[in-house]
């Protein structure tokens, strides 16, 4: 069954992520150009993480009572039709409304895919098909800056903002008319008799919402911020900028063909933390290079340390959701994601307002560091 769900899951996931990718090279750019400081710079990331956060629970639990495919086809609908809020948007707290509404879609999307490939995955080989989806989803998500920086730099950001609306409904489309629904009776049973706070008790989800809230802090910094380094320090144009985003997710993706698999035969705890020093170090390390080529390459290298705790993160999440609800379990995790997606910015936003914008890389790593340890004390993998 899963051979032939996964391919309309990951092209209409591919698609949406493609999308939404466009415009992370233009949007700190974009609010720059109305006058945003750091601090609101980072509260316009923050916003779409900030509505996740509180809906994405909801979504979970939602979709294991009622089905995936729903609210999935629902979500990608939504981000089309929210994509053209931003040619509305010409002050900061219009940017802010636009992308709340933007994240309350995304909390339909993301998740409840991981949720569609739980329930569907064979036993041992959670590590594999995850890997997959996400190869998908970053590939995606990290043409995206590449194709965004061409567009923003040939024809300007409104052009952007419709193709991202477009390639949203184009994933609508194909989820509507190819995608079954799944369903499994573990994560109805399982929802019935476990909430996110009685989750949120046993060490090894507390150990993987700690090391994904922690990563993703450090992702949220530097997706937020390489825009403005690479402007103001290295002195990079929109292309150059779309592809280090673009090649650092693109790369990420693709080692996770191998790693997925990886994180099938080998111990997941120690595939993180391997995972976890690579991405500390390439976070500490980008200051330190001012131009193209050095960041390029070490953007290149530092994708392996998401490919290595990705997957194996998603995978022993994959196995928590078989006995506790796949929906629920994924979306308590994806809840951790998306508080470290909020905050990460926003504190970024504060040490760029009062250090430099250098230092935000830095601060990135110390609380990967951080989390990292915190994850290595309470999971016993």
Not at 139 to 165: K, Q, R, S, W
Not at 187 to 212: C, D, E, M, N, Y
Not at 311 to 336: D, F, I, N
């Amino acid at each position: 069954m899963i051979s032939k769900v996964f391919p309309i899951l990951a092209i209409s996931l591919f698609s949406a992520m493609l999308g939404a990718g466009i415009i992370v090279p233009l949007l700190p750019l974009y609010a720059e150009k109305m006058g945003a400081t750091g601090v609101w710079i980072g509260i316009i990331f923050a916003s779409f993480y900030i509505s996740q956060i509180i809906l994405t629970p909801m979504f979970g639990a939602l979709s294991d009572r009622k089905g995936r495919k729903a609210l999935l086809c629902i979500g990608l609908l939504s981000y089309a039709l929210i994509s053209l809020g931003y040619l509305w948007a010409h002050q900061v707290y219009q940017l802010i409304i636009v992308r709340l509404l933007h994240g309350a879609a995304g909390g339909m999307v993301l998740p409840i895919a991981q949720a569609y490939i739980g329930d569907l995955s064979p036993e041992h080989q959670e590590g594999k098909w995850i890997g997959y989806l996400n190869a998908a989803l970053f590939t995606g998500f990290g043409f995206g800056p590449i194709i965004g920086g061409i567009l923003t730099e040939a024809f300007g950001a409104n052009v952007t903002f419709y193709a991202m609306g477009g390639l949203n409904f184009v994933a609508f489309i194909l989820g509507v008319i190819l995608l079954p629904e799944s369903h499994t009776k573990t994560a109805t049973k399982a929802h019935r008799s476990t909430s996110i706070r009685q989750l949120l008790t046993k060490p090894v989800l507390q150990g993987l919402v700690s090391f994904q809230l922690a990563f993703a802090m450090g992702r949220g910094m530097f997706i937020t911020f390489l825009a403005i380094f690479a402007t103001s320090v290295s002195y990079l144009n929109m292309g150059q900028i779309g592809t280090l985003l673009g090649a650092n997710i693109i790369l990420m993706s693709f080692y996770q063909l191998f790693t997925g698999r990886l994180a099938d035969r080998i111990n997941k705890k120690w595939l993180d933390v391997t995972g976890g020093v690579i991405n500390i170090l390439s976070l500490a390390l980008i200051p330190l290079l001012g131009s193209f080529w050095p960041l390029l390459i070490l953007l290149a290298i530092g994708a392996i340390g998401g490919a290595l705790s990705i997957p194996a993160t998603s995978a022993v999440a994959v196995e928590q959701g078989r006995k506790y609800g796949m929906g629920t379990v994924l979306g308590a995790l994806a809840t951790g994601q998306g508080v470290g997606l909020a905050i990460g910015p926003v504190v970024g936003g504060l040490i760029a307002d009062m250090i430099n914008v250098s230092s935000v890389f830095y601060a990135a790593a110390g609380f990967g560091a951080i989390g990292l340890l915190v994850f290595a004390l309470l999971i016993r993998l």
